[in-house]
C-alpha cells in the first residue's frame, strides 16, 4: 500500500510524514520499506531517522542585561546603608 505523502517531486519532508517516519520505524520497517511506503528516498528517510535520534546543539545564550542594572552600585550602598541602621535601632 502507497501513500503518496512527498509526491517525490523533491518535495520538503513536513513534520506530519517526519512523525510518520518516526512511527514506522518504531514499528520496525526498514529505511527501504518506509521510503518505499511514503514515496521518499532511502537517504531521505536515513537522514530524518538520525536527524530526530540526535539531541539538539543548543549555543549558550550571551547574558541579558537587566532594567536595575544601571541602579545597582546605588541599591546597594542603600540596603548597606540601612543594614547599619536597623542594627543600630534593634534593642
Known amino acids: 500500500m502507497l501513500f ?4 517525490g517531486s523533491g518535495a520538503v519532508i513536513k513534520l506530519g510524514e517526519l512523525e510518520m517516519i518516526l512511527d514506522l520505524h518504531r514499528q520496525g ?6 521510503a518505499r511506503q511514503l514515496c ?5 528517510v536515513r537522514s530524518d531517522i538520525a536527524r530526530v535520534l540526535q539531541p539538539p546543539k543548543y549555543k549558550p545564550r550571551p547574558p541579558r542585561s ?7 552600585p546605588y541599591l546597594k550602598e542603600c540596603l548597606e546603608r540601612d543594614h547599619f541602621r536597623m542594627k543600630r535601632s534593634l534593642p
Open 4 to 7: 503518496p505523502l512527498a509526491g
Open 29 to 34: 520497517l526498514s529505511v527501504s520499506a518506509i
Open 40 to 44: 521518499v528516498h532511502r537517504k531521505t
Open 66 to 72: 537587566r532594567i536595575a542594572d544601571p541602579l545597582e
